[in-house]
């Protein structure tokens, strides 16, 4: 019989198709059990008002076949078959789908374009079908269709054109017999002839396709041999092929919730994803629109994986398609503040064909997308409100992502991550949201007051918050690097601004005290001007302290850079050689008496006052958790000040 030609450019068309639409080429079974699944989805409907078919929902499967000398893989369906005209038309022009002519009959029938029930078309035929010659030198399709008295084939060695021609087959259904390619030195097609790569193959991709997929299962049994010289019979094991439904048909998401419990749905998140602990909560969506229908399982995981603050953790949700896996980690379904969730995306209206490179264009997704963001944060507010000590764990896990996300984007995400963070009040000896700190406030004061450092311990000796523990006020505790910039993003909480111990102002100071310092720091300013030229440019000003108790002296900074920026910035690496640096500002305590020695010392011995004021900046510096620039130095001015 004369080869025809594909029409379409289709040499051109199918080398395109091959080489970017699918960039893994076992992705061919996955395209071949979703068509076969869409021929049996046809023939199902039709039986609903044609009795002659004989076939119940039962009866119908799709199988796989292995002919290993031959080099050969069958994938065949008892669903409705193809005419001679219908393999022309749809195997013949590439990227025409039968699949979706017949669903938009369908939907015409409906009226307005209503998708009949239980009638979800996977595939297009004339995409899919062909991502077979990824790893076929030549490919048969043996197809009968229902109610026709013969069968016919159609064949092609690729995009040089094909044949179809009659041939014979006992019933109705299809046959995609692909002869393998022959392997090369750093390709093995064999592989796809194994039963443990099919197997693996059909239970990532096609585990929840609704119709059983069957093939031969190779298991071992125990046979007793002839009696040893004990009259004892001996013991050996037997290989034996058996066939063996390989999918899972219906997936836990698809299922009520009357129907699943939650012991079932950790268990799935244990084994799907690699988790050791129970998630703090489980999110069941079953969402029907005008825009996009989807069902939904994420998991708020309670721990971290070991690997999640590294560069080799893959954020995202198994996107399916119909129970087809489309995408393993699609991370355009969450924000990036919420990469940690895990779970699973499902919608029949989403395309098999959609690549990385069209979601961020994909508007069913950004509605999914949206829609389950809300999601998430609802929950964690529930967590939050409702099961705090289960919060707790998660946020231990999974704050400084959260922080993360109030920082990215230019703090565009503050409003929706505010209340979600969680701080240490000393006062109350645990972790609260910022309005349970502003709702604990003394009605007098009139700024949230935080203190950034690296531990609790650190900070319960910091002395620039003495005052606001003299009056009885809370100073939340922030101990992650980026804890300061944070509380800037957050901006203010009820009215109330945040404001750190160690700024410029921590407004405490009422005018009868603002001029009472103002005139001592009149009085001292020969020695004030003094200190500063003393340091050499280590500080941009030396004042007197409104907020010192107890401390000789302490380091806040003035300007857009705080100290705890400073120390943040120097920690990491960069490829600027230049260090960042805080406009320091030393305090002095006008009322302890070290500040008296040295004031003594000033009008003295210059240079006493001098080591003086080196020995309050490196005191300074410490408390600030601040490296000295110089410790050998910071210690022979104690040594000398002490002797």
């Known amino acids: 019989m004369a080869k025809k030609q594909f029409k379409s450019e289709s ?4 080398d395109l198709m091959i080489g970017s639409i699918y960039t893994h080429r076992e992705i061919f079974l996955r395209e071949l059990i979703s068509n076969a699944s869409d021929a049996i989805d046809k023939l199902c409907y039709i039986a609903l008002t044609d009795d002659k078919i004989g076939l119940t929902r039962d009866d119908f499967k799709i199988e796989l076949a292995v002919d290993r000398e031959n080099r050969t893989l069958t994938v065949s369906d008892n669903g409705v078959g193809m005419t001679a005209e219908e393999l022309e038309s749809n195997l013949g022009v590439i990227a025409r789908s039968g699949s979706l002519k017949f669903r938009s009959e369908l939907e015409a029938q409906a009226g307005g374009g209503e998708k009949p029930a239980d009638m979800d078309i996977i595939g297009q035929f004339g995409v899919g079908f062909y991502s077979a010659f990824m790893v076929s030198k030549n490919v048969r399709v043996l197809s009968r269709a229902y109610g ?9 060695s690729g995009p040089d054109g094909y044949t179809i021609s009659p041939a014979e087959r006992e019933a109705c259904g299809t046959d995609v017999i692909m002869e393998l390619k022959d392997d090369a030195e750093d390709e093995s097609f064999a592989e796809f002839l194994e039963e443990y790569t099919l197997h693996s193959l059909i239970k990532k991709y096609s585990d929840y396709i609704r119709w059983p997929i069957i093939m031969d299962v190779t298991k071992s049994r125990r046979v007793e041999g002839e009696p040893d010289k004990d009259g004892k019979p001996a013991v050996n094991w037997e290989d034996y092929t058996e066939r ?11 299922r009520p919730k009357s129907e699943v419990t939650d012991e079932a749905c950790f268990e799935f998140f244990r084994e799907q994803f690699g988790a050791e602990s129970d998630p703090a909560a489980v999110i069941r969506v079953s969402a029907e629109g005008a825009a996009v229908s989807y069902k939904a399982m994420l998991f708020i995981p309670s721990k971290a994986p070991y690997d999640y603050f590294t560069r080799e953790y893959e954020p995202g949700l198994r996107l399916y398609a119909s129970g087809v896996l489309i995408m393993e980690k699609c991370d355009a379904l969450l924000p990036e503040y919420f990469r940690f969730v895990r779970g699973v995306v499902d919608s029949a209206d989403l395309s098999l064909n959609i690549s990385r490179e069209t979601l961020q ?20 507010s529930r967590l939050l409100e409702q099961e705090r000590e289960k919060y707790a764990e998660f946020y231990a896990a999974f704050g400084l992502q959260l922080k993360y996300g109030l920082l990215s984007d230019y703090g565009a995400h503050a409003e929706k991550l505010r209340e979600l963070l969680l701080f240490w009040s000393p006062a109350q000896e645990k972790l609260i949201t910022l309005s349970e700190y502003v709702k604990n406030m003394p009605e007098e004061q009139k700024y949230i007051y935080y203190a950034c450092g690296s531990g609790a311990a650190a900070l319960d000796k910091l002395p620039q918050a003495e005052p606001l523990r003299a009056k009885g006020y809370d100073v939340l505790y922030m101990t992650d690097d980026i804890d300061d910039f944070a509380a800037r993003a957050l901006g203010a909480i009820d009215g109330k601004e945040l404001r750190s111990v160690t700024g410029d102002d921590l407004g405490l100071t009422g005018d009868e005290e603002a001029r009472e310092l103002e005139q001592s720091e009149s009085d001292n300013r020969e020695l004030l001007d003094f200190i500063k030229e003393s340091l050499g440019g280590r500080i941009s000003e030396a004042r007197l302290s409104a907020r010192l108790v107890s401390a000789p002296a302490c380091l806040t900074a003035k300007g857009g850079v705080t100290l705890e920026m400073e120390r943040y910035f120097n920690t990491i690496k960069t490829e600027s050689p230049e260090t960042v640096r805080a406009e320091r500002v030393m305090e002095l305590n006008a009322s302890h008496a070290v500040f008296a020695a040295l004031k003594r010392a000033y009008e003295t011995d210059r240079d006493k006052a001098a080591k003086y004021a080196e020995m309050l900046y490196g005191q300074s510096v410490l408390m600030a958790g601040l490296p000295l620039d110089d410790v050998s130095r910071f210690c022979e001015v104690v040594s000398e000040l002490t002797a």
């Open 244 to 254: 063996e439904t390989i999918n899972s048909r219906v997936p836990i998401w698809q």
């Open 148 to 156: 026709a008295d013969s069968a016919n084939v159609w064949e092609s």
């Open 11 to 14: 040499k051109r068309i199918l």
């Open 361 to 380: 264009h994909d508007r069913q997704l950004k509605t999914i997308a949206s829609n389950l963001e809300k999601k998430v944060r609802s929950e964690l």
